[in-house]
């Protein structure tokens, strides 16, 4: 069935230091993909999405890649803070019908100051 | 914009009880969608609509669960009756692109059946 998978499940880096997360996913309808950001005991928060026909977008430190061919999108933050560290989802949703968005498990981040 | 109001917070219930969780989405989105987030599942799509109506309710866990979206201003999922299984943080989201868009997330409803 539809999947997305995320690795890792958790990462620990140093302050400064970057850190990517990456997702592949199994249908290759899937054309927009959102990574969400969710801090200890708060709700979800998206902080950057790319669609099917660009192969990178970049707002300040993060950035994300996206390869439709491999089925891989990856989340990259560079010179990170300890205010990155939260749980992060990254997500693939598609068309059909009504619609679908399937998430990730989820990359638990620590940055270490 | 208030963004996406659920209420309540926190519910402890005991096992048998009915429990109500409720969500006002931002004005304007045509997309409402209740989430159940656990450690064991992550985040779990429930059932969503689209201008009040319910679109996709596969994800929904059995006949205890229910939802309703009676305007484009609120909505209510119910469980009844609730099972110390259904512990898990109930999240409510809109959007106003739907598939194209990403969603802005409630602050969640904790709940605890005991």
């Known amino acids: 069935g539809e999947n997305v998978e995320q690795h890792p499940s958790t990462l620990s880096v140093q302050e400064g230091d970057s850190a990517v997360i990456k997702c592949t996913y199994s249908d290759s309808a899937s054309n927009y993909f959102p990574w969400y950001k969710q801090e200890l005991g708060k709700r979800p928060q998206l902080i950057i999405d790319i669609r099917s026909n660009v192969g990178e977008k970049k707002d300040q430190r993060i950035a994300v890649t996206l390869n439709k061919t491999a089925k891989h999108f990856s989340l990259h933050i560079t010179e990170t803070q300890p205010e990155d560290s939260a749980v992060y989802f990254c997500?693939?949703?598609?068309?059909?019908?009504?619609?679908?968005?399937?998430f990730g498990a989820g990359t638990r981040l620590f940055v270490k100051a | 914009d208030a963004g996406v109001i659920q209420s309540p917070r926190h519910e402890v219930t005991e096992m048998g009880q009915e429990v109500t969780l409720r969500c006002k989405p931002i004005?304007?989105?045509?997309?409402l969608f209740w989430y159940r987030q656990t450690m064991m599942r992550g985040l779990e799509l429930l059932i969503y609509f689209n201008n009040n109506v319910p679109i996709d309710d596969s994800g929904m866990p059995e006949d205890r669960f229910s939802a309703k979206m009676p305007n484009a201003s609120f909505s209510t999922l119910k469980i009844q009756p609730s099972e110390p299984r259904d512990s898990a943080v109930y999240f409510c989201?809109?959007?106003?692109?739907?598939?194209?868009?990403?969603?802005?997330f409630g602050s969640g409803t904790r709940l605890t059946v005991v």
């Open positions: 004005s304007g989105h045509d997309y």
């Open positions: 997500a693939a949703s598609k068309k059909t019908g009504g619609f679908k968005t399937i």
């Open positions: 989201a809109s959007s106003s692109r739907g598939w194209k868009g990403g969603y802005t």
